[in-house]
């Protein structure tokens, strides 16, 4: 790796520990369907949001409450304490499109459908209401 290339990646990197997120990659649902999930609890409290995802009927409901324990886990880690009832919230989540596998079905005289299957991403930040006011 070049010195520009080297030095922009360690600014990069000292941004980054500002910020606490978790990643969720390969998800085999497609982003529309994601993006509902995710639609519902943008800029949340992190309890409220965890309640709305336990008791909502979407099957991604259950990937985005497992990635959001695991940004606040990933808060704790960071902060060496655990986090208090209403510090926390969802300050940004977006879905990304993955890769998107392509399968044939069969269809009459010979020909053949095309499928596409597709995943996502999903990308999730949360931050200290404390933070937001310094």
């Given amino acids: ?25 390969g998800v085999p649902s497609s982003p529309r369907k994601m993006r509902y999930v995710v639609d519902m609890i943008r800029g949340m409290e992190v309890n409220r949001a965890l309640g709305v995802l336990r008791f ?23 902060n060496d304490r655990k986090a208090e009832d209403g510090e926390l919230y969802v300050s940004s989540v977006f879905v990304d499109q993955g890769v998107t596998m392509k399968r044939m079905r069969p269809a009459p005289q010979g020909r053949g459908y095309r499928i596409r299957k ?14 937001d006011e310094k």
């Fill in 56 to 78: 909502s009927n979407k099957q991604a409901a259950a990937d985005v409450e497992k990635l959001l324990r695991s940004a606040i886990a990933n808060w704790e880690n960071k």
């Fill in 118 to 131: 597709r995943s996502n991403h999903v990308t999730l930040f949360v931050d200290a209401k404390t933070n």
């Fill in 1 to 25: 790796m070049g010195a520009r290339k080297h030095i922009a990646a360690e600014k990069i990197k000292e941004a980054r520990k500002n910020l606490y997120f978790a990643k969720l990659k």
